[in-house]
Nanobody
Framework: QVQLVESGGGLVRPGDSLELTCEVSGRTFTDFAIAWFRQAPGEDREFVAGVNWYGDKTYYGEPVKGRFTIFRVNTKNAVYLQMNNLKPEDTAVYFC??????????????????WGQGTQVTVSS
């Protein structure tokens, strides 16, 4: 059973940067593609970014393209989400997801992946 623990959330101002961490344990880390999703109050869970097993393939949701970067450090069993130029609309609980499948389709993570508990990001002046 794979376990995921997110950290790094907090309260920041518009325009600030923040880096989230997803630490993965319980299974071989490189067996999993990893994605970040987020969920704002009253909204559906939204895909943010995904990275494949080796870290050489990524894709992003439209609202974060050019501002967020996902990367993984396999020697640390961790995936990171570097978030720059944060906006109030980025406020949400951010979740990571580990899936044994890699597809350019967020629904694949939802269908086949496991979830962490989430970390809150609040962007407010």
């Amino acid at each position: 059973q794979v376990q995921l623990v997110e950290s790094g959330g907090g309260l920041v101002r518009p325009g600030d940067s923040l880096e989230l961490t997803c630490e993965v344990s319980g299974r071989t880390f490189t067996d999993f593609a990893i994605a970040w999703f987020r969920q704002a109050p009253g909204e559906d869970r939204e895909f943010v970014a995904g990275v494949n097993w080796y870290g050489d393939k990524t894709y992003y949701g439209e609202p974060v393209k050019g501002r967020f970067t996902i990367f993984r450090v396999n020697t640390k069993n961790a995936v990171y989400l570097q978030m720059n130029n944060l906006k109030p609309e980025d406020t949400a609980v951010y979740f990571c997801n580990a899936s044994p499948r890699w597809e350019y389709d967020p629904n694949s993570f939802v269908q086949y992946g496991s979830w962490g508990q989430g970390t809150q990001v609040t962007v407010s002046s």
